[in-house]
């Protein structure tokens, strides 16, 4: 159609023999203009159409969120490797060893989050981290982690450029996967000889948190040299010094002041330090269009300023959306999920300090980190799918969570030696509610790693080296891969009803009906090896075609059940 509107509109001489008055052909060429017009917004609205066209529509409750350190990942640029000559020795896996944002970008290109049913990545903060090494008691240690912010207007280059952050964004979002970044408004990095604290109207430096009440975890360092932004303050601050003076020597000081300008100007914000990061992070939304920020230390700010928070990001994402109508992927809200260290999905919707509670999901947040699921993972699947369904699903408290096994800073992880990688997938990918792998989970990465000191064991490299050549974690990264696609294809599996069929065999099914989507699936467990026979009437209807997804075969429902022959103990029936 396009290519027959621009012929007439090139060949227009024959209506000079038809339309000898001018102000005809004038409202013919105009006609002519607003068709073709109109055909440029089909053209767009079919491209928007067409980044929405996956397989199974995205919401965040059923996300399978892929976890990892910036750092220990990939390396796709040995060139960024060392910066700001941070060459000092360091205690084991303390120091910086070349895992950057490109090296992500190639993993999505690869295919490897997708063949993962990874449909959003977090990675920790990238901002610019302090330059020089604190001595912890085991040894002098970096800010390769990205939790030591230096300046949060700026990448770290051991990270990656602004470049390679937009094209790892682009490249995620072309493979249906949401980006979320790591946000930190507690505390600046530790002060070094090279790194000063920032002023006292900025932070504080004492005392230490008690953790005893509302206060003692909230007006306090988390640890000792761990300066703490003073977030409750309401007087107005100046930028620091040392990044003004920062600014101007990259040449960018005026910029930044315009915008904070214009920040201050539109929202009526007090000049105060929170309101100032608020800023710094929301600007990576505006900039970048990513989907969501996971907020470090939740339970160590005030609740209103991740209200605050959550108001920007909001607005942030917004006007990303307006900017960039052709690469918007769905109508989901920013995800904001927080760490609000000991919350558990008994909780449900309050954290309780013992003198205060707090519901987090009243003042900006979408979902929690559970810390809870670890420990009933130890439990038989029925246990836990029947829990977590009558908790997300039951009543009408509306909140949502992020289940994990293990994480970076988690020194009891579910399956610390790695003898339980199989269980690991089928209770964390296919329990209610969104799921968090750490790096490495997939492919049973070593958590215990000689020589090293506190959490340093649970960020060693990821063992691309064992995927690529050891036969084992081969069969259990397809064990991972397999079950994660059909989380991925089934909106039923983390965010449906789940319902037991049968305890022995353990066969249950999940439903989901909301807002014009439907799904179901039916899944096996603890099966037998080879010949095995499944009710499936309550899903499923005789003559309807199913496939097996775990062994990729095809069965036809007759007489309410299916008989099938695998030599794998699960089975997730899918209707083709």
């Not at 750092?71 to 960024?80: S, V, W």
């Not at 990545?121 to 390769?144: A, C, K, L, M, R």
């Not at 600014?247 to 009526?268: A, D, H, I, V």
Request: aromatic content about 12%; charged content about 25%; proline content about 3%.
């Amino acid at each position: 159609m396009i290519k027959l509107i621009s012929k007439n509109i090139i060949s227009l001489d024959p209506f000079q023999n038809y339309f000898v008055n001018p102000a005809i052909k004038i409202l013919i060429l105009s006609i002519l203009f607003l068709l073709l017009l109109g055909c440029d917004k089909a053209l767009k609205k079919e491209i928007v159409e067409l980044n929405t066209s996956q397989k199974t529509p995205f919401i965040w409750d059923n996300a399978t969120v892929y976890f990892l350190l910036t750092d220990r990942f990939n390396n796709g640029n040995n060139q960024n490797d060392v910066n700001f000559e941070r060459t000092n020795k360091t205690a084991k896996l303390r120091g910086f060893k070349g895992g950057d944002i490109k090296g992500i970008t190639k993993k999505i290109e690869e295919g490897y989050f997708s063949d993962l049913g990874v449909n959003a990545i977090w990675f920790t903060p990238i901002v610019e981290q302090i330059h020089g090494s604190v001595d912890e008691g085991t040894g002098n240690t970096y800010g390769f982690h990205g939790y030591w912010a230096k300046d949060w207007t700026a990448l770290d280059p051991n990270f990656g450029t602004r470049e390679e952050l937009k094209e790892l964004v682009e490249k995620a979002h072309q493979n249906g996967i949401r980006i979320v970044l790591d946000g930190v408004i507690n505390h600046t990095g530790p002060v070094t000889e090279i790194d000063p604290v920032l002023p006292n109207n900025w932070v504080r430096t004492q005392p230490q948190c008690d953790y005893k009440s509302y206060k003692g975890t909230t007006a306090c360092t988390l640890v000792k040299n761990l300066p703490d932004i003073l977030t409750e303050s309401n007087e107005e601050v100046e930028v620091p010094k040392y990044l003004a003076e920062k600014w101007k020597s990259e040449g960018r000081y005026e910029q930044e002041m315009k915008e904070l300008n214009t920040f201050f100007e539109r929202t009526g914000y007090p000049r105060t330090p929170h309101h100032y990061i608020i800023k710094w992070l929301t600007d990576y939304i505006t900039e970048f269009g990513i989907d969501g920020y996971r907020a470090d230390t939740v339970k160590h700010l005030e609740e209103s300023v991740w209200a605050e928070f959550d108001d920007q990001c909001d607005f942030a994402f917004s006007e990303w959306k307006k900017n960039n109508p052709n690469k918007v992927l769905d109508n989901n809200e920013f995800y904001l999920v927080g760490e609000v260290y000991g919350y558990g999905i008994s909780s449900e919707n309050i954290y309780d300090f013992g003198d205060k509670k707090v519901n987090y999901f009243k003042n900006g947040f979408n979902s929690l980190i559970n810390f809870e699921f670890k420990y009933d993972a130890q439990k038989e699947c029925e246990f836990i799918f029947s829990k977590y369904n009558e908790k997300l699903q039951g009543g009408s408290k509306k909140f949502g969570v992020l289940n994990y096994l293990t994480s970076h800073d988690d020194g009891s992880p579910f399956d610390k030696e790695r003898e339980k990688s199989y269980e690991s997938a089928v209770k964390l990918l296919l329990s209610p509610g969104a799921a968090q792998i750490y790096y490495g989970d997939e492919s049973a990465r070593s958590l215990i790693i000689e020589g090293t000191e506190g959490d340093a064991t649970l960020r060693s490299f990821m063992n691309w080296n064992e995927i690529n050549s050891d036969k084992k974690t081969q069969e259990i990264l397809s064990h991972w891969q397999k079950i994660g696609q059909f989380r991925n294809n089934h909106l039923a599996v983390g965010a449906g009803i789940h319902k037991m069929i049968s305890k022995s065999p353990y066969i249950f099914s999940r439903t989901y009906d909301k807002e014009d989507l439907s799904d179901k699936a039916i899944i096996g467990l603890d099966l037998n090896k080879g010949e095995k026979k499944m009710d499936v009437t309550s899903v499923f209807k005789d003559g309807d075609v199913l496939v097996d997804a775990y062994s990729g075969k095809e069965i036809t429902v007759r007489k309410g059940s299916v008989q099938l022959n695998t030599p794998f103990k699960i089975v997730l029936l899918e209707k083709k």
